[in-house]
């Protein structure tokens, strides 16, 4: 028994941790970590800590045992306001065995260092600072060699070091030495750099400095600060004999900026592809991009939209599933083994390469049809492979409804599940798995995703061995005729349609046709469909764009029955009350609430025919005339007209929908469907003639409850919205988290996003204050992303002639020139706008693929507005922008590549 004792106390041994850390009044430290000492990270029994003011260290002496690796972290609390872990992972110790008595001094680290909210994201950690070498982990066991010396672990968080270079450490001690070349080079474990020295205890104290140097020892960056200093007397005034230092790199400046390039992937050629962009041509766009010294590709949305079976499916931002991938991007020569297929499919890439835009109806035929005899090839064996066994494990919860959605859907030629036979429209799991069973079809999709997924990964990890990341994008919908729908209905509205108030964009807003979230439902398994979501995205990227951040403060919400911007509002949001109105002395809610419609008006639209449409579509009551019953919302009127129109000439379908859709809008308040005695006032209502024939008090009262309701009533409630969502899904991965903050901004939009790291987006000629015509590159702030275009505007060029009023504004007062106006902007103009954006102290500058092009007068195109890939103010538009050059002639073009790459050296990126 007394043996058992002695062996006991043997292994174990007295640690005195120091944090470093200066706390306000009120708050108080505590250490908590994976052995029981440590409270076995319940924070009930965590370790609390002693505060000396004079120094600014938290201390306390611990007894854990020897040899065997301990977890543990500081935990700040608040007085009576909850807690708050220091940031970054978990750190480790292993004291050595026959160390009686160790020392740990631990530099706290928040949450909000840029360590943490920024570097330690998987953008940086995994591609941009990644090292490639394996890690060397710190879970060695050590021993002394007798009781005259002390072992000292240097143990520093360092996450800007990058890969071309090492961490070392230099000091007094003759084995370090100050030299930088004869330094000891440190290991890395993943996370932090370390470096062993043991040394006789007479020779402390000890002072050091940790230094980056390259593999040719050309280029040396010193930490900076004074030089740090280690002692071999803990608090006791007693030796130690083991001790951890952790520390972090002091860097110079933390704001490392970098450039990449948007384009989609259906964008891409190479002379490989099928029509289209595809997975496969990452690989190319990555060779350009590291040629470029660029070092993130953007990409739009890559799920699957198939939906209406046409060119329609190619808006990508109306996914019939948050994780299918489309397999319009599958390269079909990698999963076809037959010469005879392989050779068809190659004359069928001659033919649609050709195209200067893409066929999106036949390339997908195209790819359905050599996916579907690849299928017939290889199905049997990859079903049986170990790869796909466990990427179905991984994937079945969404893999397995999505696969029957698609069967069902073919099956029917119908996505709207409401439009199936009633007893497909609700599935249990059970019912879908009988289903799936033995489905040809089924098992069709499953091999479609598996490949897909192995395409798409393959490509990640290309670009992650040259160093560049992936940004991926978020759309803020889904689409209402989708697998998450079906499935989920619970977690939206599908009365709703999302959309967004007028903007840049488009003058009558626009409406996306998505149904809202029903957030307070998402909440109550703690919105585990976002984190799902989110988790499948991060297997692919590596930082992502939030779009539409607004959304996750309040949407613009459309009731079904309109299709037109201009009748949404806001939700949440705090409506007007009657109260309200009746306290302005405004009592005809009518006169407000439904549409204006008067003779002068009708006479202005109708002539002649104005009788003629007064005695078929409308009543007249109290001085206006009122649209019947049969036709009273834009829904209605479409049905009506589609049945009871004659076609006489008086007058034409079109112009009659036209101007009912314009009358129906043309109201002051919407009615809240919720709630009989709340309004909400039409977005633009001076635009109105029902405004504009009020009178003035009633005009001016109007007027200041519109003000209230858009810029502050909303604030606080906005806030807390926002606050409540997005920490939940910037936590729910390790990707670095961008935001598209354009449009109607409230104020309480940036506070947050800085709160959580959140980058904001800047396009110049859209800046984010009203009272500025364009945004100033050098005056943006670090933590934002800058491009001088989007997918949803023209380019430059494009921009600059279709505008020449605004370009010639921009030309003088932004480029400071004071002649040689040119209509169509030449490369030193374009030049001068580019290299703007890659001088700003915006962390990321991501410019169009396509800018680039005006750089070179060989690769411009004749009609720049061909260029642009979206228009938003279009709910119809064709997708289908293809550059006019491959990715391969790119490569080889003699100005290209350097041309780029140095504007981006000359911005310092």
Same mark, same amino acid.
């Given at each position: =028994?007394?043996?058992?004792?002695?062996?006991?106390?043997?292994?174990?041994?007295?640690?005195?941790?120091?944090?470093?850390?200066?706390?306000?009044?009120?708050?108080?430290?505590?250490?908590?970590?994976?052995?029981?000492?440590? =409270?076995?990270?319940?924070?009930?029994?965590?370790?609390?800590?002693?505060?000396?003011?004079?120094?600014?260290?938290?201390?306390?002496?611990?007894?854990?045992?020897?040899?065997?690796?301990?977890?543990?972290?500081?935990?700040?609390?608040?007085? =009576?306001?909850?807690?708050?872990?220091?940031?970054?992972?978990?750190?480790?110790?292993?004291?050595?065995?026959?160390?009686?008595?160790?020392?740990?001094?631990?530099?706290?680290?928040?949450?909000?260092?840029?360590?943490?909210?920024?570097?330690?994201?998987?953008?940086?950690?995994?591609?941009?600072?990644?090292?490639?070498?394996?890690?060397?982990?710190?879970?060695?066991?050590?021993?002394?060699?007798?009781?005259?010396?002390?072992?000292?672990?240097?143990?520093?968080?360092?996450?800007?070091?990058?890969?071309?270079?090492?961490?070392?450490?230099?000091?007094?001690?003759?084995?370090?030495?100050?030299?930088?070349?004869?330094?000891?080079?440190?290991?890395?474990?993943?996370?932090? /750099?370390?470096?062993?020295?043991?040394?006789?205890?007479?020779?402390?104290?000890?002072?050091?400095?940790?230094?980056?140097?390259?593999?040719? @020892?050309?280029?040396?960056?010193?930490?900076?600060?004074?030089?740090?200093?280690?002692?071999?007397?803990?608090?006791?005034?007693?030796?130690?004999?083991?001790?951890?230092?952790?520390?972090?790199?002091?860097?110079?400046? *933390?704001?490392?900026?970098?450039?990449?390039?948007?384009?989609?992937?259906?964008?891409?050629?190479?002379?490989?592809?099928?029509?289209?962009?595809? @997975?496969?041509?990452? +690989?190319?766009?990555?060779?350009?991009?590291?040629?470029?010294?660029?070092?993130?590709?953007?990409?739009?949305?890559? %799920?699957?939209?198939?939906?209406?079976?046409?060119?329609?499916?190619?808006?990508? $931002?109306?996914?019939?599933?948050?994780?299918?991938?489309?397999?319009?991007?599958?390269?079909?020569?990698?999963?076809?083994?037959?010469?005879?297929?392989?050779?068809?499919?190659?004359?069928?890439?001659?033919?649609? %390469?050709?195209?200067?835009?893409?066929?999106?109806?036949?390339?997908?035929?195209?790819?359905?049809? /050599?996916?579907?005899?690849?299928?017939?090839?290889?199905?049997?064996?990859?079903?049986?492979?170990?790869? *796909?066994?466990?990427? *179905?494990?991984?994937?079945?919860?969404?893999?397995?409804?999505?696969?029957? &959605?698609?069967?069902?859907?073919?099956?029917?030629?119908?996505?709207?599940?409401?439009?199936?036979?009633?007893?497909?429209?609700?599935?249990?799991?059970?019912?879908?798995?009988?289903?799936?069973?033995?489905?040809?079809?089924?098992?069709?999709?499953?091999?479609?995703?598996?490949?897909?997924?192995?395409?798409?990964?393959?490509?990640?990890?290309?670009?992650? $061995?040259?160093?560049?990341?992936?940004?991926?994008?978020?759309?803020?919908?889904?689409?209402?005729?989708?697998?998450?729908?079906?499935?989920?209905?619970?977690?939206?509205?599908?009365?709703?349609?999302?959309?967004?108030?007028?903007?840049?964009?488009?003058?009558?807003?626009?409406?996306?046709?998505?149904?809202? !979230?029903?957030?307070?439902?998402?909440? +109550?398994?703690?919105?585990?469909?976002?984190?799902?979501?989110?988790?499948?995205?991060?297997?692919?990227?590596?930082?992502?764009?939030?779009?539409?951040?607004?959304? @996750?403060?309040?949407?613009?919400?459309?009731?079904?029955? $309109?299709?037109?911007?201009?009748?949404?509002?806001?939700?949440?949001?705090?409506?007007?009350?009657?109260?309200?109105?009746?306290?302005?002395?405004?009592?005809?809610?009518?006169?407000?609430?439904?549409?204006?419609?008067?003779?002068?008006?009708?006479?202005?639209? &109708?002539?002649?025919?104005?009788?003629?449409?007064?005695?078929?579509?409308?009543?007249?009551?109290?001085?206006?005339?009122?649209?019947?019953?049969?036709?009273?919302?834009?829904?209605?009127?479409?049905?009506?007209?589609?049945?009871?129109?004659?076609?006489?000439?008086?007058?034409?379908?079109?112009?009659?929908?036209?101007? &009912?859709?314009?009358?129906?809008?043309?109201?002051?308040?919407?009615?809240?469907?919720?709630?009989?005695?709340?309004?909400?006032?039409?977005?633009?209502?001076?635009?109105?003639?029902?405004?504009?024939?009020?009178?003035?008090?009633? +005009?001016?009262? #109007?007027?200041?409850?519109?003000?209230? $309701?858009?810029?502050?009533?909303?604030?606080?409630?906005?806030?807390? +919205?926002?606050?409540?969502?997005?920490?939940?899904?910037?936590?729910?991965?390790?990707?670095?988290?961008?935001?598209?903050?354009?449009?109607?901004?409230?104020?309480?939009?940036?506070?947050?996003?800085?709160?959580?790291?959140?980058?904001?987006?800047?396009?110049?000629?859209?800046?984010?204050?009203?009272?500025?015509?364009?945004?100033?590159?050098?005056?943006?702030?670090?933590?934002?992303?800058?491009?001088?275009?989007?997918?949803?505007?023209?380019?430059?060029?494009?921009?600059?002639?279709?505008?020449? *009023?605004?370009?010639?504004?921009? /030309?003088?007062?932004?480029?400071?020139?004071?002649?040689?106006?040119?209509?169509?902007?030449?490369?030193?103009?374009?030049?001068?706008?580019?290299?703007?954006?890659?001088?700003?102290?915006?962390?990321?500058?991501?410019?169009?693929?396509?800018?680039?092009?005006?750089?070179?007068?060989?690769?411009?195109?004749?009609?720049?507005?061909?260029?642009? #890939?979206?228009?938003?103010?279009?709910?119809?538009? !064709?997708?289908?922008?293809?550059?006019?050059?491959?990715?391969?002639?790119?490569?080889?073009?003699?100005?290209?590549?350097?041309?780029?790459?140095?504007?981006?050296?000359?911005?310092?990126?």
């Amino acid at each position: =028994g007394n043996l058992c004792n002695y062996l006991a106390i043997a292994m174990l041994t007295t640690v005195n941790f120091k944090i470093h850390f200066a706390t306000e009044f009120g708050t108080k430290l505590v250490l908590t970590g994976s052995d029981i000492a440590l =409270g076995n990270w319940d924070l009930e029994h965590a370790i609390h800590l002693i505060y000396d003011p004079a120094t600014h260290f938290w201390s306390a002496n611990v007894v854990l045992p020897t040899n065997e690796p301990i977890y543990y972290k500081a935990v700040l609390f608040f007085d =009576g306001m909850g807690h708050e872990y220091e940031g970054g992972q978990d750190n480790v110790l292993i004291v050595p065995h026959g160390a009686n008595i160790s020392s740990v001094h631990h530099s706290w680290l928040s949450i909000d260092s840029f360590e943490i909210k920024i570097f330690s994201s998987s953008l940086f950690s995994d591609v941009i600072f990644s090292r490639n070498e394996t890690p060397n982990f710190e879970l060695r066991k050590l021993s002394k060699k007798n009781d005259q010396t002390t072992i000292i672990r240097f143990r520093v968080l360092a996450s800007m070091v990058s890969r071309d270079k090492n961490l070392y450490v230099v000091g007094s001690h003759s084995v370090l030495g100050w030299d930088p070349e004869n330094a000891k080079q440190m290991h890395y474990s993943g996370t932090h /750099f370390y470096y062993d020295l043991e040394v006789q205890k007479s020779a402390f104290p000890i002072y050091y400095k940790y230094v980056a140097i390259d593999e040719d @020892f050309k280029t040396i960056v010193w930490e900076n600060g004074s030089d740090r200093y280690v002692s071999a007397n803990n608090h006791n005034l007693t030796f130690s004999d083991y001790i951890q230092r952790d520390d972090i790199f002091r860097y110079n400046d *933390y704001h490392w900026r970098g450039a990449g390039v948007a384009v989609p992937v259906f964008s891409l050629r190479t002379t490989s592809g099928m029509g289209i962009g595809e @997975f496969e041509d990452i +690989k190319e766009l990555v060779d350009l991009a590291s040629a470029c010294k660029l070092k993130i590709l953007q990409f739009l949305p890559i %799920n699957d939209t198939t939906s209406n079976f046409s060119w329609k499916d190619s808006y990508p $931002y109306s996914a019939v599933s948050v994780y299918a991938l489309h397999p319009i991007y599958m390269h079909i020569p990698l999963i076809v083994n037959s010469p005879d297929i392989l050779k068809e499919a190659e004359e069928v890439s001659v033919r649609l %390469n050709k195209l200067p835009q893409i066929d999106y109806e036949q390339v997908l035929e195209a790819k359905q049809y /050599f996916i579907g005899k690849a299928f017939e090839e290889s199905w049997e064996k990859i079903k049986q492979s170990e790869e *796909y066994i466990d990427y *179905y494990e991984d994937n079945s919860d969404w893999l397995l409804p999505y696969s029957v &959605f698609c069967h069902l859907r073919d099956r029917f030629l119908e996505t709207d599940f409401t439009k199936w036979p009633e007893e497909y429209q609700q599935l249990s799991l059970e019912e879908i798995e009988d289903i799936a069973s033995n489905n040809t079809d089924v098992e069709k999709v499953f091999f479609t995703q598996y490949n897909l997924h192995i395409q798409l990964k393959s490509a990640i990890r290309y670009a992650e $061995y040259k160093g560049i990341a992936t940004k991926g994008d978020l759309p803020i919908g889904v689409n209402q005729k989708s697998a998450d729908c079906w499935m989920n209905k619970n977690l939206f509205n599908m009365e709703m349609s999302t959309g967004a108030p007028p903007d840049q964009f488009s003058v009558d807003g626009q409406n996306w046709g998505f149904p809202t !979230y029903n957030w307070e439902e998402m909440e +109550k398994d703690g919105y585990a469909w976002w984190r799902r979501r989110l988790s499948v995205m991060s297997n692919y990227f590596h930082a992502y764009r939030i779009d539409h951040i607004l959304g @996750f403060f309040r949407i613009w919400e459309i009731p079904r029955e $309109y299709s037109s911007g201009l009748m949404g509002h806001f939700y949440p949001s705090i409506p007007i009350h009657k109260s309200e109105l009746e306290a302005c002395g405004i009592w005809d809610i009518d006169r407000l609430t439904l549409p204006y419609i008067t003779y002068h008006s009708l006479y202005y639209h &109708f002539r002649e025919n104005t009788d003629y449409v007064i005695q078929n579509y409308l009543h007249y009551d109290y001085g206006r005339f009122f649209f019947r019953e049969e036709i009273n919302t834009e829904t209605k009127l479409l049905n009506f007209l589609e049945y009871h129109y004659i076609e006489n000439n008086r007058p034409g379908k079109n112009h009659l929908i036209k101007v &009912f859709k314009e009358f129906q809008t043309n109201v002051v308040l919407l009615k809240d469907n919720s709630r009989w005695d709340s309004f909400f006032p039409r977005i633009n209502i001076t635009h109105t003639s029902s405004f504009q024939e009020l009178d003035q008090n009633t +005009k001016n009262a #109007i007027e200041k409850l519109y003000v209230d $309701y858009y810029f502050r009533r909303q604030e606080s409630l906005w806030y807390e +919205k926002g606050m409540r969502r997005l920490p939940m899904i910037k936590n729910s991965t390790n990707m670095f988290v961008c935001g598209e903050d354009l449009g109607m901004v409230p104020d309480c939009v940036e506070p947050v996003m800085d709160k959580l790291s959140i980058l904001g987006l800047r396009v110049q000629r859209m800046p984010p204050n009203p009272k500025q015509k364009f945004g100033i590159p050098q005056l943006y702030e670090y933590m934002t992303v800058c491009t001088p275009s989007s997918h949803d505007c023209s380019t430059i060029r494009g921009w600059w002639m279709e505008d020449k *009023y605004r370009s010639s504004d921009f /030309f003088h007062n932004i480029l400071h020139r004071n002649y040689g106006f040119q209509d169509d902007p030449d490369a030193n103009i374009v030049g001068h706008i580019l290299a703007d954006h890659l001088r700003a102290p915006s962390m990321w500058t991501i410019i169009p693929l396509q800018e680039f092009f005006a750089l070179f007068e060989d690769l411009r195109v004749n009609d720049p507005s061909w260029e642009q #890939i979206n228009e938003p103010s279009n709910p119809e538009h !064709y997708w289908r922008y293809r550059m006019h050059i491959s990715v391969e002639d790119l490569l080889d073009h003699p100005y290209f590549t350097q041309g780029v790459r140095n504007m981006v050296e000359e911005g310092n990126r």
